[in-house]
């Protein structure tokens, strides 16, 4: 639990915490979102089982997945590098061969960035401007009783992937892709604002399952103030996890995390207008007030923030 | 010579780097600057020496830094944090009441950030955006013989301070605190860019010397086609540097680095309207082709990218 209590920490020190909270941060006078992710290697990444040109990447692509979340358009990213000694002429070429290949694919500019140096191990830091299109305000506190909880693909595929990675055995290319690069839900995104543009909806909560579909569910459960009923048996999980990890893949899809897909709720009504391909329904918010003895609170008390607990 | 070989790497893998090369990108559609610097533990400091507190403040002003350098209006930062295990809540909170310090001191908001783990060593990434406020082109290249080379404050202080903090001698604080608390140059910033206003000038060749005096010097002067003729002796140093370091002050102030100062070419009639105290002149544009065999070219070669060399 040490990023929610670092979280509180930051937010009573800052006067102003007014921005901090979602995935991005609004920039009212300029229309924009902006959002910072850091990776860390021997953390999120491993130089062992991933190549530079995959790393280039989920670098951006992560990012991305903030801005899907925030229903804006991707513009431009400035790239910061910490490179340890280690690292060489080639390295810097594909990571920026792989940069560039999802510059190219969503449309984006590198703006600018920082090349340093790091004592032991690389860090890359990758910031991401978007444009607000869409009069749509987004937050995690906006689920009402009656809505629909949606996600838009299937979880524990990265988890699963990364398992796969270190170990000597068949790995689903698709497992393996799916925890290398990651792919922000963009498309999904825009496609939701529509509907909800449509509709006249003018508020959703949103988040991206970059840490664990249990975690979405729970912080979005948790801003709203109610309970989130999920049938934990219509979660999308792929074949092969379950076939693979027949003990696991349910904790996987849960709590895995790297997932990034997209978690939200949205009135019955507009469900319907959803894809059910594309846009899956996992269960209802209830009216019950979000209490800390359900199932998910006590689950995420276990398990969020390996991030911290294994660095 | 890393960095540069990097960077001519990265211009050429990616598709578009029109916006690379500068302290800052700007983004034209919105009138932003955007800047990224990242510190790395072992690299750019060390727990040893420096309070969170004074870490929190450095943190956000190496990058207001660039921002004064492109003549810009800080607004906002993004904070995000890479903590290894050995990291407590007392670290945080004392690290975001440096944060806030800075932010009030300079009227910018922390607009977000992440928090995520990392394996051995503390890093630390902030993204500074600022409003352009003056309609002035900032750039490196923009040098023209005759011009009168500026810089607005003492060199090798910080390296200076740096060396003192790790040895058991008599340790001036005025020296200790420009290496542990850079200030931005941002009311300079601001008053040279209404001086250049007045005159109807809209180009100004400027960049910071957060790598070191000679850095900057080689840098416009590289950019700009044109040899800068540097009067080594009137290089302001600090009394106490020359006392205390008497044969490596030359070379502090020029390769030290971290003194996040300005560094800039005007005609001398601009030159004329600043006060002589605040805006120091070093030397001037000749009207010779940059050469790669001028003494400060040859001096970079040797010295520069130590952070690359010693990581």
New interface residues.
Partial sequence: MK?L???E??SK?????S??G?D??F?Q??N?F???????????FNLNTTTPYQLGQKAVNVNLSDLAAALAKP??I????????GID?NF??DF??G??KS??QYGI?????????????L?I?I?A?GKKVFDIDVSRHFSKPGDVIVTTGSHGDSAAGLKLLTQDVYKPEYLINRHLIPYPRLLQSTILAQILQKYDIKQLSIMDTSDGLGDAVFKLSKCSGFEFEIDYDSLPVSDDIKRLFPFEYKDMALWGGEDFELLFTVPEKIYNKLDKDKFIRIGNVSDKPFSETNKIYLEYKDKV?K??E??
């Fill in positions: 990023e209590q670092y979280l920490i930051i020190t800052l006067d102003d915490s921005l901090l979602n991005c941060a920039l006078d300029f924009l902006i959002t910072q992710d850091t990776l860390a290697e021997g953390v999120h513009l431009y400035t790239v910061s590098l910490s490179l340890p000694s002429s810097i070429q920026y061969k940069i560039n510059c190219e500019t590198v703006a600018g960035g920082d090349l340093t140096g790091a004592e032991k191990k860090v830091s910031c401007i923030f991030h911290f294994e660095a």
